[in-house]
Every structure is written in structure tokens, then in C-alpha cells.
Nanobody, 129 residues
Framework: QVQLVESGGGLVQPGGPLGLSCAAS?????DYWMYRVRRAPGKALEW???????????YYADAVEGRFTIYRDNIKNTLHLQMPGLSSDDTAVYYC??????????????????????WGQGTQVTVSS
């Protein structure tokens, strides 16, 4: 029932930009904090960014702080990740993900637990020269 359809991945040279989008349906998108998480080759899953249900505020992982920007459109039920300058360390499969609760304490705790109710199919971002 829940659908998270991701797009925007691809191959880019170091320093280049990509923008990722996630189209959500099957749940009340505007009620949920929304995550972007990623899995790099040979590395553990990590959260990248999380945004408040109304886009009021966001949190960023240290690795992307100041480099990536997350935003959402609650009319179109879309989540967007702007990555204006990518490095090789950003190579990963990127996912959008929905926490298991609208409770902000539980939703934010997913940074540590990485426990999500739903995932997108993932989109590959490859940064290579």
C-alpha cells in the first residue's frame, strides 16, 4: 500500500551535482518525519537527513552537514535531496524511508535504531572520475 518511488540517481564526476526525489503515496505523508538514508559499498546503513513533517526543521548527519539539503513538498507528497557537490565518499544507494511512528521522539530515534516502517526501492548514486 505504501509506495516510495525514488528517482534522480546516476553517475556524476566528483564535485558534480545530483538531485534525488521520492514520490510518496499510500499514507499521510504530511504527518511523518521523512528520512533519507544510504548504504555505501562495504559500509553499514547510515541516515543522511531527516525532515520535520511540515518541513519546519531538519537534521543532517555530520558527513553531509553543510553539503546536502533536504526539503519536502506536502502538496505533491514528494521528498527531495539536493546534492550540489558530491564526493567519492557519497557513492551509495540512497533511500527514502518512513519512521514507524509520527511521534517525534520515535521518529528522531530512528537515527540510531534505523528502524523504519517503509523504504523506497533505492536509487544508485555513483561519484567517479
Amino acid at each position: 500500500q505504501v509506495q516510495l518511488v525514488e528517482s534522480g540517481g546516476g553517475l556524476v564526476q566528483p564535485g558534480g551535482p545530483l538531485g534525488l526525489s521520492c514520490a510518496a503515496s499510500g499514507f499521510t505523508f504530511s504527518d511523518y518525519w521523512m528520512y533519507r538514508v544510504r548504504r555505501a559499498p562495504g559500509k553499514a546503513l547510515e541516515w543522511v537527513e531527516v525532515i520535520h513533517p511540515a518541513g519546519r526543521n531538519s537534521y543532517y548527519a555530520d558527513a553531509v552537514e553543510g553539503r546536502f539539503t533536504i526539503y519536502r513538498d506536502n502538496i505533491k507528497n514528494t521528498l527531495h535531496l539536493q546534492m550540489p557537490g558530491l564526493s567519492s565518499d557519497d557513492t551509495a544507494v540512497y533511500y527514502c524511508a518512513v519512521p514507524k511512528s509520527v511521534d517525534p521522539l520515535i521518529a528522531i530515534a530512528a537515527m540510531g535504531s534505523l528502524d523504519f516502517a517503509s523504504w523506497g526501492q533505492g536509487t544508485q548514486v555513483t561519484v567517479s572520475s
